[in-house]
């Protein structure tokens, strides 16, 4: 952190620095003449107003009217104060400067912080979602060469800085002389029995000056520091903390990379090793998908530490060097891995990477070595004969024993027995070729001398006829070194004479044969490969058996990803082997089942409720049920291995039917009495049966006369715009067109209507102009001309005689509806920039500072401000004064009227439209095609429906049913 200050005054360029926690963040841009600060999430953070009390110039209730004032006003806090007089200028600069110095110096205090800097102003994409925090306008230089000295003096306390997990305790004899009583409240906390962190957490001062006067107590003797050993279980508790909490948040944090590493660090204090390498590995995977190598390789490189068998992060770690052309690390890294899997029978990944390594390293032996044997395990003899010649010849080329390079030989030889390349180098290296030649010699020699015995006897003359005749069979079996063979026929040439001369030296040569088969060890050899093999298949079938129990004792103990992990390996590796055809093996599945009370049955027998881990065959057919009263079952089946260890189902209410148009339906249809009026982008109009969803009429409305609105309801019909600039009316009952008004501008924003035989129509056209148009005929009863309303919003009702808009101006404001004049001429500049949503006197409208607010239609005042992360896509949902909105992070948010935050929920999705509400139920339209219901009271997910397609408008809801619309065309009716 010191290095990057340094740097940052080094450049003399603007750079930034983002210090995160996973769970909040900070970010700093230091350019030379100033520092900015921007943060995000619930780390708590001292504002100006805090200093400017601390240091007196302010009280409580002064800092609340100051407050009220900014709120009120929309200007910011320390210009309230100035305003109010209670502050000078000069004075909120002095607390500026302070927060700032106090936010950059937390950062040396906060636990689990990782930080990276960037040249240049932040981009863009990292503001998005954080709050402004503070800008003080200085030197850079100075200004952080001032505050390194601060922390080079809080470094001198204890030569380090303190971790936040140290237990301290007031000393026998503490001097309290001097300190404020602030101070003196803080320090009687420190009584052994919890962590320092713990206890600034909960301290009533800013975090800084706590730690600050921590730092001087210790340095006085004040403090006392408890050894780590008598406080060990405090440290464990603290660790299991932060596992439950980042195990909480982890789906929503800021940063879940950061957020991983920090559990992985937490779980290793606790002896969790195999979950601490889990994370690890995860954490290592998210920054791979962000290509941010260095980070990746750091956390798989903690993985492999604690997991030495974690192939996959070894893997990766090989595939980030090769990215980076880190080749010679490559091998480095690369050797042990193979090692491990052939020590492990995993011969097919063994034999990829050392294709890899060799490819790299031609020339190294050892590894072709390694190759050679693997690829004899497999059965590839071509290419292991291939390999081992190399191996041989490179052996030989540099000189190795002739120990050495002889077995490589051998080892080609017994794959290839016809290689006489081969053979002859073995001769040569043996010297079995001289032995050869002398036998040979000794042979014709002695056949010579046979042939020249004179026939003085007829015995002897008969034995050397004998002789000399199988010597041309004698020496036909020697060229094939048939060693055996022309010693049984000398011996058998010799039978009938036995005691001559011919027959005597006919058996000595036959001796002689024998030493010669011998001495060339004739015997049959047993092939080192074939051995191999067979030990290989012995060692899998152990292996696979190992690797079964493994997953056995993890899936019993709760691992369930190093459970799936050990099973794909087993079905990888060894899916021949016997353990797997038994058919006894069992995967993990992890179920996360809407409704709560929904009974899941695995192959006919009921195994848990909602939220279970369930144990299937990986190697047939599993089927899986769910049921629950009042909704539809659902079965599925699971062929094979997952995967992945968690599967999320839900039930739905039963469909009751579903209508399919030919174009998206863009807006809600309208529901009236007994039939649901559907708009079409197909340029149709259609009215369907609430029933069984039979169509009762169809409209088509004309060539490029798309709608996309919600048809209104008046006394004369149902009142239609167009994408053509057509308004028209129609019979409810038949479809008939009672009067058609051309605009000629697109109407792509909702109409509102009123009742009664002079009500109006408002219609919003393409170019912001509002117009009144009588429901009875169409005729226009006064129009407001152009660029009169907001882009992409619509007017609502403001009870019976008034409606509000928001003007282009992006302020609000209301007219009459028989006469358009203005009620409440539009306000300055709100920000506002959806459709406001009128419910008791006040409208709620989204704006482009990523807040809801309330705004009074009576007198245009704003009321109260919410913040919305991300903020809102689209008007809130009001039931009573309760404002539902979902937020451009993907989560639902509900306020209370008065102020009042009631849930924050996170969306399996992000949100389509506008939610509907019906008895306690939201319904949430999904980007990616799911029905979201939502306890209106607590956000919690009830269930979901997968509607094949993206929603993008509002459900309707009528009695008994809800009707979904999808932007693929198709309206799908299901019980309410």
Not at 582 to 607: F, N, Y
């Amino acid at each position: 952190m010191l290095d990057a200050l340094g740097w940052a005054i080094g450049t003399g360029l603007t750079t930034s620095m983002i210090v995160c926690d996973g769970i909040s963040e900070r970010i700093f841009t230091f350019a030379p003449d100033r520092v900015t600060v921007l943060r995000s999430g619930p780390r708590r953070s001292g504002t100006i107003g805090s200093v400017l009390v601390e240091d007196g110039f302010l009280t409580e209730d002064r800092l609340q009217d100051v407050v009220a004032r900014s709120q009120a006003s929309g200007r910011r806090f320390g210009e309230a104060a100035v305003d109010l007089g209670l502050v000078t200028y000069a004075d909120v600069g002095a607390a500026i400067q302070k927060k700032v110095e106090e936010e950059i110096l937390d950062v040396f205090f906060w636990p689990g912080a990782e930080f990276r800097t960037l040249e240049g102003e932040t981009p863009e994409t990292y503001r998005d979602g954080r709050y402004f925090a503070a800008a003080h306008a200085c030197e850079l230089a100075p200004f952080l060469s001032a505050l390194m000295e601060r922390v080079a003096g809080r470094r001198a306390v204890l030569g380090r800085l303190p971790s936040g997990r140290e237990v301290y305790r007031l000393s026998d004899f503490p001097d309290f002389s001097d300190l404020p009583e602030l101070a003196i409240d803080l320090l009687g906390e420190f009584d052994g029995t919890r962590l320092v962190n713990d206890i600034i957490e909960a301290a009533p001062m800013r975090r800084c000056p706590a730690w600050e006067l921590v730092l001087c107590a210790l340095r006085d003797g004040i403090l006392v520091r408890v050894p780590s050993a008598e406080v060990q279980d405090l440290v464990d508790e603290a660790a299991a903390r932060e596992i439950e909490l980042l195990e909480r948040v982890l789906e929503r944090a800021v940063d879940p990379s950061v957020a991983r590493m920090r559990l992985a660090r937490a779980c290793e204090r606790t002896g969790q090793i195999a979950r601490a390498a889990s994370h690890w590995h995860h954490a290592g995977d998210d920054y791979r998908a962000q290509e941010i190598w260095t980070r990746a390789s750091e956390c798989y490189g903690n993985c492999v530490r604690l997991a030495p068998t974690d192939f996959g992060a070894r893997e990766k770690i090989l595939d980030i060097h090769h990215r980076q052309r880190a080749f010679g690390r490559v091998v480095t890294d690369g050797r042990p891995l193979a090692e491990l899997l052939i020590k492990h029978n995993l011969l097919n990944r063994a034999k990829r990477l050392l294709l890899q390594l060799v490819a790299i390293e031609p020339r190294d032996c050892a590894l072709r070595r390694q190759l050679v044997a693997v690829l004899t395990g497999l059965g590839e003899r071509g290419v292991a004969l291939h390999h081992q010649r190399e191996l041989a010849a490179m052996l030989a080329a540099r000189g190795a024993p002739k120990d050495e390079v002889l077995e490589a030989y051998m080892q080609v030889l017994a794959v290839d027995a016809d290689d006489t390349k081969v053979r002859t180098r073995i001769d040569r290296l043996t010297g079995a070729a001289a032995q050869r030649r002398l036998v040979w010699g000794t042979t014709v020699a002695t056949a010579l001398l046979l042939a020249a015995f004179g026939g003085a006897f007829v015995y002897e003359a008969d034995a050397r006829e004998e002789v000399a005749a199988a010597l041309p069979g004698v020496k036909v079996k020697l060229s094939a070194e048939d060693f055996v063979g022309a010693s049984e026929a000398m011996r058998e040439s010799a039978a009938g004479h036995t005691y001559s001369l011919a027959s005597s030296q006919a058996r000595e040569l036959a001796e002689r044969i024998d030493a010669l088969a011998t001495k060339e060890v004739r015997t049959p050899l047993i092939n080192p490969i074939e051995r191999a093999r067979a030990r290989i298949i012995e060692e899998r079938e152990a292996r696979a058996r190992v690797l079964a129990n493994g997953a056995h004792t993890l899936l019993k103990s709760g691992d369930l990803e190093a459970t799936l992990s050990r099973v794909r390996e087993l079905l990888d590796e060894y899916g021949g082997s016997d353990v797997v055809r038994e058919g006894h093996l069992r995967a993990p599945l992890r179920l996360d089942v809407l409704p709560e009370d929904a009974t899941i049955s695995l192959d006919g027998v009921e195994v848990g409720q909602g939220s279970t881990v369930v144990e299937y065959d990986p190697t047939g057919v599993t089927t899986l049920k769910i049921e629950s009263p009042n909704f539809a079952a659902r079965e599925i089946e699971i062929r094979g291995l997952r995967d992945d260890v968690a599967l999320q189902l839900s039930l739905a209410p039963p469909r009751l039917w579903t209508y399919t148009g030919q174009a998206e339906i863009a807006a809600a249809p309208l529901i009236d009495a007994d039939r649901a009026i559907v708009p079409g982008r197909d340029r149709r109009v259609t009215a369907l049966s609430l029933v069984d969803g039979s169509e009762l009429w169809v409209v088509t409305m004309g060539l490029y006369a798309d709608v996309g609105t919600t048809p209104v309801r008046v006394d004369a019909g149902l009142v239609v715009a167009t994408g053509a600039g057509d308004v028209v009316c129609l019979d409810r009952l038949t479809g008939d067109v009672i009067w058609s008004r051309s605009l000629g501008i697109a109407v792509e924003a909702q109409p509102i209507a009123t009742r009664g035989a002079d009500g109006v129509v408002v219609i919003a056209a393409a170019d912001g102009r509002l117009m009144g148009l009588a429901q009875r005929d169409g005729a226009t009863r006064w129009d407001l001309g152009p660029q009169t309303i907001a882009r992409d919003t619509s007017p609502r009702l403001v009870g019976a005689t008034s409606f509000a808009y928001v003007a282009t101006t992006h302020g609000l404001a209301v007219a009459g509806l028989g006469d358009g004049l203005p009620r409440l001429r539009p306000s300055r500049d709100l920000g506002l920039v959806t459709t406001p949503v009128i419910e008791l006197g006040f409208a709620w409208v989204a704006t482009r500072e990523k807040t809801l607010r309330t705004i009074s239609t009576q007198d245009g005042r704003a009321l109260q401000s919410f913040s919305v992360p991300g903020g809102a896509p689209f008007a809130p949902c009001i039931v009573g004064d309760v404002a539902f909105t979902p937020s451009g992070d993907g989560s639902l948010l509900a306020f209370r009227a008065d102020g009042e935050t009631i849930f924050r929920a996170t969306l399996r999705e992000p949100a389509g439209g506008t939610p509907a509400h019906a008895a306690g139920v939201l319904y949430v339209p999904g980007t990616q095609g799911r029905l979201l219901a939502l306890d209106a009271s607590t956000g919690t997910t009830l269930w979901y429906l997968d509607c094949g397609a993206p929603l993008r408008a509002t459900p309707a809801i009528g009695p008994g049913v809800v009707l979904v619309p999808t932007s693929g065309g198709r309206l799908i009716a299901i019980a309410r």
